[in-house]
């Protein structure tokens, strides 16, 4: 399996953020109150709609036929200015729950509530979102976290913080129809495999 980096240009005119969920909700069935059970394993699905585009500008996103390798699109975070992040590593090996702690940043740094963040370990990404803003100290944040981490990543794993990347499988690819002006406009969802 290949994982195929899909291009940058032109950014999406629209992304759409979702949850595919791992928790149990318990209901009783007596009556009473509902509780849900979180799970690792909650992660992302995002839905890219593409600017319209010359038919010969969309072979280059050809790879969104591909069946079996995973892709890799960048996250669009439309606004956000994301000063240099540093060398942003993962600190410690075997972290776990809702919160990643990350060092190599500049002191002071913030990640901000809702901004995207992608851990690269053992080969594969992982896609995460700030629950909290999150402030380094000595080049060093504890980043509160939407969802539970997958997979206990490594020490010094790479963290993606200006760039950060979804990795999975595409999904609902819209029909890519060209019709007498020459032009395409591309729909996908692109979710993460684990």
């Known amino acids: 399996m290949a ?18 969920s791992a928790k149990n909700v318990l209901s009783p069935a007596i009556g009473g109150a509902e509780q849900e059970l979180l799970r690792k394993g909650t992660r992302y699905a995002l839905t890219f709609s593409m600017p319209v585009m010359s038919y010969v500008q969309s072979m280059d996103w ?6 079996g390798d995973t892709v890799l699109m ?11 992040p540093g ?8 972290q776990a729950g809702t919160s990643l702690t990350i060092d190599g940043l500049p002191d002071g740094y913030v ?7 992608s851990v690269v370990s053992a080969g594969q990404r992982f896609l995460y979102r700030a629950k ?6 000595a080049g060093t944040a504890t980043v509160p976290l939407r969802t ?33 002006e020459r032009l395409v ?3 996908f969802t692109v979710r993460e495999r684990e």
């Open 74 to 84: 960048r996250v669009f975070q439309p606004g956000l200015v994301i000063p240099n």
């Open 132 to 137: 909290a803003s999150a402030t380094s100290v």
């Open 3 to 20: 994982v195929l980096t899909l291009p940058t240009d032109p950014a999406p005119a629209k992304m759409a953020i979702t949850m595919v």
């Open 148 to 180: 539970m981490l997958r997979r206990p990543p490594n020490d010094n794993d790479m963290v993606e913080i200006a760039q950060p990347m979804i990795e999975g499988f595409v999904r609902d690819l819209g029909e890519w129809a060209v019709g007498v």
């Open 87 to 94: 060398t942003p590593l993962v600190k410690g090996a075997g």
């Open 62 to 67: 050809d790879d969104l036929m591909a069946e």
């Open 111 to 117: 990640i901000r509530k809702g901004q995207f963040l």
């Open 185 to 187: 406009g591309l729909q």
